[in-house]
Structures are given as structure tokens and as C-alpha cells.
């Protein structure tokens, strides 16, 4: 395991070894030990320029199966990261676009699978491109590794019964992470998601609303822990809780999942991965529409 740096920005944090800055992306770039990925929303950024060594991971051609909705599994993700040059005692950074939402999706699934190193690079790619750090076209090539993972830790996914079972409850920890348009159901098909779509609008009956995009500053970095201990605590989303979160196909739900397991230290918090597009098109479950929760 690489060191992490000491720094007063990551100070409070639960994990604070769970972040790494763009400085030390930087000096790091040449560590042999160290895997730098990134992982964006727009697919084609990392062919336009990406950070020197970094290897690039689709989130729909590699991450997910071809054939039906899941992830790669155990052995095509083990494929997958000795094809990266990634062996179990390497240290990842990730790193993309729109406040590293996919970063954190791909991390998510790497943690799923029991890699132990992973690290997110606090402000992702508009951090790195702001402060004139360098890019290049030049794709790296790595030397295969022998990768070994883990069985699936389905401690951090939920799945549809899951979330079902906490709205019988009556008091779901829920959080629907999407914008105030999708949660009202205003929006049901958003324009260029066509493969999100959903039959109907609204949201898991009980949820909360509180869109990822809260827990970031506008320069993409995460916001510090007093912040958002006051976004997700008057919401009744308390680390006493068994938290599930929930976006449209748990991407963005995966950046929430980040935020609360390892910036805020909740001990039980899960990600939805079905979300909205699942549940929004299932016979017989409930939902609510409009802007309270619903219960």
C-alpha cells in the first residue's frame, strides 16, 4: 500500500486516506505501485487527453455485462484488471468528470469485488485540467497481472426486495439522489438517457431527496465533513441507520454511497443499483410523486 499524504482539506473526514489531491496524483504518476484510472460519464474525454499513465475503464463496454443488466462478474472483472496491469496490492486512483460521479461508480464496483487500495482523486478531472496540470493521447500499455478478487461483498449493494422490505417498514432510510425534477416525477425520460428510461415518474415511496451534487463544491471537490453532516443529518439519514441509496442506474447514488461510508463513516450503506429504472417499471411496488416523501 502507497502512503497517503497528510493534509488539512481532508482533515474530519472518516477515511480521510480514501482521498488523494491532484498534487499528488502529480507526484505519483510515475510510481510503479500505483494504477491511475479514470472513468467519466462522456466516454470519449479520455481519448481527447488524459492524465499521463492512466488507464481508461468504460463504464458500459467494461463494467457492465453485455447481455443482461449486471456488472461483470467475478472472473471477467479479475480479466479485466490483469488486462489494466492491476494486481492486488496495487493502489488505484480514480478520477473523471462530473464530480467524479463515475469515479465513484467504478470504485464502488472495485470495492465489491474486495480491492482493497482505492483511492478517488478529490475534484477529478476539472480540478487537474484547472490548474494546468498536463495531459497527453498517448494510450499506456501494461504488463498483464495475475489478478485474484474477491467474492462479491454484497454488504454494499441493495437490491429491489431490499429496498421493498424498508418501505413495509414504514421508515425507510432511503435517498433518492436524483434531481428535484426526477424525484417529483416531473421528469421522467431525461434527454440523451434513453437506456434510463422508466415507465412512470416519481419516487420509492418514503425516500428523501438529496441530489448527489450537494456534497461537492463547484470546483468538484468534496465538501468538508461539518458540510455535509448538515446535508444528510435533518433529513433523518443518520449513521444509526441502515442507508440505501438510489439514483437510475446507481451511478450517481454511488457517489452519495462514498460520501456517507467513507467521508462520514456510516457503517451500513448501500447502493441500489436497479434504481429508478428498475423500480419506476416493476408491477406492484410503490411509489410517490411530488415533493414529500410520501410515507
Same mark, same amino acid.
Not at 468534496?222 to 442506474?249: M, Q
Given at each position: 500500500? @502507497?502512503?497517503?499524504?497528510?493534509?488539512?482539506?481532508?482533515?474530519?473526514?472518516?477515511?480521510?486516506?480514501?482521498?488523494?489531491?491532484?498534487?499528488?496524483?502529480? #507526484?505519483?504518476? /510515475?510510481?510503479? &505501485? @500505483?494504477?491511475? @484510472?479514470?472513468?467519466?460519464?462522456?466516454?470519449?474525454?479520455?481519448? *481527447?487527453?488524459?492524465?499521463?499513465?492512466?488507464?481508461?475503464?468504460?463504464?458500459?463496454?467494461?463494467?457492465?455485462?453485455?447481455? #443482461?443488466?449486471?456488472?461483470?462478474? &467475478?472472473?471477467?472483472?479479475?480479466?479485466?484488471?490483469?488486462?489494466?496491469?492491476?494486481?492486488?496490492?496495487?493502489?488505484?486512483?480514480?478520477?473523471?468528470?462530473?464530480?467524479?460521479?463515475? $469515479? $465513484?461508480?467504478?470504485?464502488?464496483?472495485?470495492?465489491?469485488?474486495?480491492?482493497?487500495?482505492? %483511492? =478517488?482523486?478529490?475534484?477529478?478531472?476539472?480540478?487537474?485540467?484547472?490548474?494546468?496540470?498536463?495531459?497527453?493521447?498517448?494510450?499506456?500499455?501494461?504488463?498483464?497481472?495475475?489478478?485474484?478478487?474477491?467474492?462479491? /461483498? #454484497?454488504?454494499?449493494?441493495?437490491? %429491489?426486495?431490499?429496498?421493498?422490505?424498508?418501505?413495509?417498514?414504514?421508515?425507510?432510510?432511503? =435517498?433518492? @439522489?436524483? +434531481?428535484?425534477?426526477?424525484?417529483?416525477?416531473?421528469? *421522467?425520460?431525461?434527454?440523451?438517457?434513453?437506456?434510463?428510461?422508466?415507465?412512470?415518474?416519481?419516487?420509492? %415511496?418514503? $425516500?428523501?431527496? =438529496?441530489?448527489?451534487? &450537494?456534497?461537492?463544491?463547484?470546483?468538484?471537490?468534496?465538501? +468538508?465533513?461539518?458540510?455535509?453532516?448538515?446535508?444528510?443529518?435533518?433529513?433523518? =439519514?443518520?449513521?444509526?441507520?441502515?442507508?440505501?441509496?438510489?439514483?437510475?442506474?446507481?451511478?450517481?447514488?454511488?457517489?452519495?454511497?462514498?460520501?456517507?461510508?467513507?467521508?462520514?463513516?456510516?457503517?451500513?450503506?448501500?447502493?441500489?443499483?436497479?434504481?429508478?429504472? #428498475?423500480?419506476? +417499471?416493476?408491477?406492484?411496488?410503490?411509489?410517490?410523486?411530488?415533493?414529500?416523501?410520501?410515507?
Amino acid at each position: 500500500m @502507497v502512503a497517503t499524504e497528510t493534509r488539512e482539506d481532508t482533515k474530519g473526514y472518516a477515511h480521510p486516506e480514501m482521498l488523494v489531491s491532484t498534487e499528488w496524483v502529480g #507526484e505519483h504518476l /510515475d510510481d510503479p &505501485k @500505483v494504477r491511475i @484510472v479514470e472513468s467519466d460519464e462522456d466516454v470519449l474525454l479520455y481519448d *481527447i487527453g488524459h492524465i499521463p499513465g492512466a488507464v481508461k475503464l468504460d463504464w458500459h463496454t467494461d463494467l457492465q455485462n453485455q447481455v #443482461e443488466r449486471d456488472f461483470i462478474n &467475478k472472473a471477467e472483472f479479475e480479466q479485466l484488471l490483469s488486462r489494466a496491469g492491476i494486481s492486488n496490492d496495487t493502489t488505484v486512483v480514480f478520477y473523471g468528470d462530473r464530480n467524479n460521479w463515475y $469515479a $465513484a461508480y467504478t470504485l464502488w464496483l472495485f470495492k465489491y469485488y474486495g480491492h482493497k487500495d482505492v %483511492r =478517488i482523486m478529490n475534484g477529478g478531472r476539472a480540478k487537474w485540467e484547472a490548474e494546468g496540470r498536463p495531459f497527453t493521447r498517448e494510450v499506456p500499455s501494461y504488463e498483464a497481472t495475475t489478478y485474484t478478487a474477491q467474492e462479491a /461483498d #454484497e454488504s454494499i449493494r441493495a437490491y %429491489r426486495d431490499d429496498v421493498l422490505a424498508q418501505v413495509k417498514a414504514g421508515a425507510p432510510a432511503l =435517498i433518492d @439522489v436524483r +434531481s428535484p425534477a426526477e424525484y417529483t416525477g416531473e421528469v *421522467i425520460h431525461m434527454q440523451g438517457y434513453s437506456q434510463e428510461g422508466a415507465q412512470r415518474g416519481g419516487h420509492v %415511496r418514503g $425516500a428523501q431527496s =438529496i441530489p448527489w451534487a &450537494k456534497a461537492a463544491n463547484e470546483d468538484g471537490t468534496f465538501k +468538508s465533513p461539518d458540510e455535509l453532516k448538515a446535508i444528510y443529518g435533518p433529513s433523518g =439519514i443518520t449513521p444509526d441507520k441502515e442507508v440505501i441509496a438510489y439514483c437510475r442506474i446507481g451511478e450517481r447514488s454511488s457517489h452519495t454511497w462514498f460520501v456517507l461510508t467513507y467521508l462520514l463513516g456510516y457503517p451500513n450503506v448501500r447502493n441500489y443499483d436497479g434504481s429508478w429504472t #428498475e423500480w419506476g +417499471s416493476m408491477v406492484g411496488v410503490p411509489i410517490a410523486k411530488g415533493a414529500e416523501p410520501g410515507l
